[in-house]
């Protein structure tokens, strides 16, 4: 089936540092692809998603890149802040049930903590 | 606007127990969908709704229910718990069931003693 794999964690940068966490993924076809980010006692929000190969999202200076030939969709912030820490979660959307409703199947998610 | 609700955000039970879990999901939004997060891992797909009928259903026993109201809003039910029901219990909703980013509220925290 389906699968997301994310790097493990705790990952742990100075500010202004470079950011990368690696997802890849196993699935048939062309699945939407997704980081959520989730801060210490809250729900998840969607941070960013690409719908198709060679697409890039990018959102409050974090980007990734739907690499369909590596089958990656690896994060990336050029200057991490103190306010970037939380759990950062890949995710692809899958088929459920009959029709075209979807599912999100989720990675581990990695901690990320950004020291001063 | 308001966004995804869910109640109550806290809740602790005794083995054997039922609970009721509530979602309000954003107006607008038809579909609901119900994931399970265990303290340390992704979340796992345990139900969607759509237009009041289920479209889907995750690896959950059948201990686990729900269901959609005409005003959208959700239920999830279990019954039976289990330790191991100790968990994040995420309501995500969205326009359709054809979901490209859903919403979701802040989760109710669940634990079974």
Same mark, same amino acid.
Request: charged share 15%; net charge neutral.
């Given at each position: 089936?389906?699968?997301?794999?994310?790097?493990? #964690?705790?990952?742990?940068? !100075?500010?202004?540092?470079?950011?990368?966490?690696?997802?890849?993924?196993?699935?048939?076809?062309?699945?939407?692809?997704?980081?959520?980010?989730?801060?210490?006692?809250?729900?998840?929000?969607?941070?960013?998603?690409?719908?198709?190969?060679?697409?890039?999202? !990018?959102?409050?200076?974090?980007?990734?890149?739907?690499?369909?030939?590596?089958? =990656?969709?690896?994060?990336?912030?050029? !200057?991490?802040?103190? =306010?970037? =820490?939380?759990?950062?979660?890949?995710?692809?959307?899958?088929?459920?049930?009959?029709?075209?409703? @979807?599912?999100?199947?989720?990675?581990?998610?990695?901690?990320?903590?950004?020291?001063? | 606007?308001?966004?995804?609700?869910? =109640?109550?955000?806290?809740?602790?039970?005794?083995?054997?127990?039922?609970?009721?879990?509530?979602?309000?999901?954003?107006?607008?939004?038809?579909?609901?969908?119900?994931?399970?997060?265990?303290?340390?891992?992704?979340?796992?797909?345990?139900?969607?709704?759509?237009?009041?009928?289920? @479209?889907?259903?995750?690896?959950?026993?059948?201990?686990?229910?729900?269901?959609?109201?005409?005003?959208?809003?959700?239920?999830?039910?279990?019954?039976?718990?289990?330790? #191991?029901?100790?968990?994040?219990?995420?309501?995500?909703? !969205?326009?359709?069931?054809?979901?490209?980013?859903?919403?979701?509220?802040?989760?109710? @925290?669940?634990?079974?003693?």
């Amino acid at each position: 089936g389906n699968s997301v794999t994310q790097m493990e #964690g705790p990952v742990t940068l !100075s500010e202004e540092a470079f950011l990368t966490i690696n997802c890849t993924y196993t699935a048939t076809g062309y699945p939407s692809l997704f980081w959520y980010v989730q801060y210490p006692g809250e729900g998840l929000q969607l941070l960013l998603k690409a719908t198709k190969a060679d697409d890039k999202g !990018s959102n409050k200076g974090f980007e990734a890149t739907y690499r369909k030939e590596t089958t =990656s969709f690896h994060l990336e912030k050029g !200057s991490v802040q103190v =306010s970037d =820490s939380a759990v950062y979660f890949c995710a692809l959307s899958d088929v459920v049930g009959a029709g075209n409703n @979807r599912k999100l199947i989720w990675g581990l998610g990695t901690s990320l903590a950004v020291n001063p | 606007d308001a966004g995804v609700t869910q =109640s109550p955000t806290h809740l602790i039970k005794t083995r054997g127990q039922h609970v009721t879990l509530r979602c309000s999901p954003i107006s607008g939004h038809k579909s609901v969908s119900w994931y399970q997060q265990v303290l340390g891992q992704g979340p796992q797909f345990i139900f969607q709704y759509y237009e009041k009928e289920e @479209r889907g259903r995750g690896n959950f026993p059948d201990r686990f229910s729900a269901r959609q109201f005409p005003n959208y809003s959700s239920e999830l039910n279990v019954n039976a718990l289990l330790l #191991g029901d100790s968990a994040l219990y995420l309501c995500a909703s !969205s326009l359709t069931g054809q979901n490209y980013g859903y919403t979701f509220g802040s989760g109710t @925290r669940l634990t079974v003693v």
